[in-house]
């Protein structure tokens, strides 16, 4: 697994639908989304991230 570290991050949001979610900014090519769990997480903590992610 990969080893990244927790970030908060403002998004402008596009549109939503459902469950599901279009972000318009505030997000770079690559990065990766925590949606659940992230009352648990930290500012700068370190997270272990699964091949493929989940």
Do not use: D, W, Y
């Amino acid at each position: 697994p990969q080893s990244s570290s927790v970030s908060a991050r403002e998004i402008k949001v596009a549109s939503k639908s459902g469950g599901s979610f279009t972000v318009a900014g505030g997000l770079e090519a690559g990065m990766r989304v925590v949606t659940a769990g992230v009352h648990s997480l930290a500012e700068g903590q370190k997270v272990k991230v699964p091949e493929g992610g989940v």
